[in-house]
């Protein structure tokens, strides 16, 4: 069974970087396709990132040149590095796998449909 648990969340400034890290438990995390979502206070919980089997990758708009997503196979982990933050980037991430081989769940736009498994989300807060 895949458990997942991220990490890397906390306090940062405005223009300030963190690095998120969604950690698998109990199978092969290279297995499956990943996704970052998040929610900030009082709104949806919106699609931020993903990146497939097979290296496909989306970023929503709002983080495009800011936050990179990728694999450290060796630490069975994706991580999500983020820099320039900013206020509006403040909410609870999660992270999410689907066990699909193919791209489609990531290939235009970052769907919250396909998940089969999610972690309990971390906090980021940006603030000065």
């Known amino acids: 069974q895949l458990q997942l648990v991220e990490s890397g969340g906390g306090l940062v400034q405005p223009g300030g970087s963190l690095r998120l890290s969604c950690a698998a438990s109990?199978?092969?995390?290279?297995?499956?396709?990943v996704g970052w979502f998040r929610q900030a206070p009082g709104k949806e919980r919106e699609g931020v990132s993903c990146?497939?089997?097979?290296?496909?990758?989306t970023l929503t708009d709002s983080v495009k040149g800011r936050f990179t997503i990728s694999r450290d196979n060796a630490k069975n982990t994706v991580d999500l590095e983020m820099k320039d933050l900013k206020p509006e980037d403040t909410a609870i991430y999660y992270c999410a796998a689907v066990p699909s081989p193919y791209s489609a769940f990531c290939t235009d736009g970052v769907g919250q449909g396909w998940y089969d498994y999610w972690g309990q989300g971390t906090q980021v807060t940006v603030s000065s």
């Open positions: 109990g199978s092969r995390l290279d297995a499956y396709g």
């Open positions: 990146i497939s089997r097979a290296g496909t990758i």
